[in-house]
């Protein structure tokens, strides 16, 4: 109880201060150039490229995200001073910035992870459409060539967002990157759902999606129209990635895939990487925190999935040609 009090104090007074900031421009005795707006007439007689819309978002942006950054660094001063330990922002803790980037390791694992996605996307890609031997009307003989290539599509843009939302927060970039995530969520579970059965007739595909695209389209539009709510969206994510684990665990205790071993390390090494997601601490140095940890620990997961993923394509493909003979 006494915790909470505290933790609302601290809520409401960087509420406060990121308030007064956007509209004086200052936290205590800094003040900052890009929250100088119209008031003031020298921007209003700069060139014309200084009066575009886009500069003048641009600027709106980088003068939220400084006073949210030095608001922040002035509170959690106060609090090391009282004893406190850190408290986190925006459902982020408080990170020191290094060359402009918010969170600079996250940035660099987001990346490695989009390159890591590219990488596993176009190596499925060539053995699909050049390796291997196509149907008569050129397509593909695997049956989950057009999921697989939207969950590559899916991954990327995810990575993508992450390592924007990573390098500045402010609420455009928040909000992409928890709705790509969400989706990228959403579009897994389907997907574990879809291969781990067969679910092979069209039919059936659309009824196992409706429900989940409909669940997560509400609840993407819930984040960015209704209420940010971190606490509902963990729940929401954890409950969407244990689900697919499990799935994903049954069929690989049942089936006699000869690549299963790569879906066992995927599955267990995703469930052990969630727990730090769930049990999160305070960045070490300012720098590395359980969130950026658990950026890292994907990198070589992702590896190991696609290499699933292609194992598949092969296994698929040779097992419809021998009963083709
Ligand atoms: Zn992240």
Not at 63 to 84: P, T, V
Request: with cysteine; aromatic share 16%.
């Amino acid at each position: 109880m006494n915790f909470d009090l505290v933790k609302l104090r601290y809520s409401i007074n960087f509420r406060d201060c990121v308030g007064q900031c956007e509209k004086t421009g200052c936290v205590g005795e800094r003040c900052f150039l890009h929250c100088k707006f119209s008031s003031d007439s020298s921007s209003l007689d700069g060139p014309w490229y200084m009066q575009e819309p886009l500069y003048l978002q641009w600027k709106q942006w980088d003068c939220q995200s400084d006073c949210r950054y030095h608001c922040m660094l002035d509170r959690e001063k106060e609090r090391a001073e009282l004893g406190h330990g850190p408290f986190k922002y925006h459902g982020k803790w408080p990170f020191r910035r290094l060359y402009g980037f918010q969170e600079p390791v996250s940035v660099g694992l987001s990346a490695l992870n989009l390159a890591m996605h590219f990488h596993g996307w176009l190596s499925f890609f060539i053995l699909l459409y050049y390796k291997l031997p196509l149907k008569p009307d050129k397509r593909p003989c695997y049956d989950y060539t057009g999921l697989w290539h939207i969950y590559g599509f899916l991954s990327m843009n995810s990575w993508f967002w992450s390592a924007v939302f990573h390098s500045r927060d402010v609420d455009l970039t928040e909000k992409l990157d928890y709705s790509s995530a969400v989706a990228l969520l959403g579009y897994s579970l389907l997907l574990a759902i879809v291969r781990s059965f067969s679910v092979r007739n069209e039919a059936a595909r659309v009824m196992v999606a409706a429900p989940l695209v409909a669940f997560t389209t509400t609840h993407i539009l819930y984040l960015n129209n209704y209420k940010m709510d971190y606490g509902w969206n963990m729940k929401v994510c954890v409950v969407m990635g244990v689900t697919q684990l499990l799935v994903w665990a049954m069929w690989a205790g049942v089936t006699r895939h000869p690549s299963r071993w790569k879906l066992w390390s995927v599955v267990v090494g995703g469930g052990l990487a969630m727990l730090l997601e769930i049990y999160d601490f305070p960045p070490y140095e300012g720098l590395v925190d359980a969130h950026a940890l658990w950026h890292a620990t994907t990198i070589p997961l992702t590896y190991v999935w696609w290499s699933f993923i292609k194992d598949d394509v092969e296994y698929r493909t040779s097992s419809l040609l021998k009963k083709v003979k």
